[in-house]
């Protein structure tokens, strides 16, 4: 079943497949529901167009069906003044829109976030300290071999052990072969 442009499962119930539209919880599936005087245990694909096209009119405007206004979720827009229930990808582009207007009027609120710190007054002292990694990184490359400050071959001042399983360069052998 297809509503407000999301496909749900017809073999979901009505308040657990209106809950899967973003911007609609279990108390606004329900009051859909009761609103329309909906079954709430009948079955998604069990609807019929017209209870379809009642409830995607219901969800697009639950001011005009008499919602009481703290039910919705965007009460006096900033942009526009009125009282506006999001849906779907509507949510995180408002959000986006409403921190980047906080950022550039350099509230408050705008610092906090540019911070990365919490916005609403929370404690910071002993919690929030997720992200932001401060100290040494763990992990990684093995340590570099030091080079020797006295100008001697970096060979000499690699450990003994190293130099004890390696075979002797090719360049000792040949000239113990030119003197016999």
């Known amino acids: 079943m297809r509503i407000v442009g999301n496909d749900i499962p017809g073999e979901r119930k ?16 329900t009051a859909v ?19 379809v096209q009642a409830i995607e009119k219901l969800i697009l405007n639950p001011v005009e ?7 919705i979720n965007r009460q006096r827009d ?3 003044g009125k009282d506006l229930h999001l849906l779907t990808s509507d949510i995180p582009f408002t ?8 950022r550039i009027t350099a509230s408050w609120r705008g610092y906090r976030h540019l911070s990365g710190l919490k916005v609403r007054g929370q ?10 990694a ?30 004890a399983d390696a075979p002797a360069p090719a360049a000792e052998a040949a000239p113990a072969e030119k003197k016999e």
């Not at 100290?135 to 490359?141: E, S």
Request: hydrophobic fraction near 40%; charged fraction near 20%; charge should be positive.
């Open 95 to 102: 959000l986006r829109n409403d921190i980047e207007r906080e």
């Open 134 to 163: 401060v100290g040494v990184a763990k992990g990684g490359l093995a340590a570099p071999v030091k080079k020797a400050s006295s100008g001697a071959p970096a060979a000499e001042a690699a450990p003994a052990a190293a130099t």
């Open 65 to 71: 069906a008499n919602f009481p206004l703290w039910f």
């Open 14 to 29: 009505l308040l657990v497949g209106l809950t899967q539209i973003k911007g609609i919880g279990h108390n606004f599936a």
């Open 33 to 51: 529901a009761s609103t329309l005087k909906i079954n709430t245990n009948s079955n998604i694909g069990n609807l019929t167009e017209a209870n």
């Open 123 to 132: 404690r910071t002292r002993t919690s929030g300290r997720k992200g932001g």
């Open 78 to 80: 900033i942009e526009t």
